[in-house]
């Protein structure tokens, strides 16, 4: 059966990403691909020159962005997950050719492990699985309460002031 979701992870992100996998599929029966992110930057680079040849050569066949032709066929919304701020994943967003959420650590905070800072920024499985979950009821695949019974399960205050501004 073919994934319902893609989630995207960058470096030590990664992990946190294959953890939320797991619980989407054992907790809410959601199937997901991971994909391990190398540089979101050669991702950009990619996109911006498939632009500009498909520009510079109007009556050749198109290029396709790297990006775009390997989510081309995969289902679902696309989650990326990275230790950088938000715009870091989210230069790809014009060749990603589904509905594309992206977490980062916009902000500012200080905590005593990686895992108290992953979970202060928001980047941690918990949210990613929520970041998911609220893709998914976007595009009408799953019911709110769904994605509430996930805020509540995992301790996620509804009122927490975002990271951007703590």
């Known amino acids: 059966e073919k994934s319902q979701v893609q989630l995207l992870g960058s470096g030590t992100i990664l992990r946190e990403v294959e953890a939320a996998a797991v619980i989407l599929l054992e907790q809410f029966s959601i199937a997901a691909n991971v994909w391990s992110v190398t540089s979101f930057n050669e991702l950009c680079r990619d996109g911006f020159e498939t632009e500009r040849w498909n520009r510079l050569n109007p009556t050749a066949t198109p290029r396709v962005a790297y990006v775009e032709s390997q989510l081309a066929n995969e289902q679902g ?85 975002p990271p951007l501004y703590s």
């Open 77 to 161: 919304p696309v989650v990326a997950a990275t230790d950088y701020m938000k715009l870091y994943a989210g230069q790809i967003h014009a060749w990603v050719p589904h509905r594309y959420e992206v977490l980062g650590t916009d902000g500012f905070g200080l905590s005593d492990t990686r895992a108290s800072l992953r979970q202060h920024f928001e980047v941690d499985r918990s949210y990613i699985v929520l970041a998911t979950l609220h893709a998914l009821q976007k595009e009408g695949k799953v019911k709110a309460d769904v994605v509430e019974k996930a805020r509540v399960q995992f301790s996620i205050a509804a009122d927490k002031k």
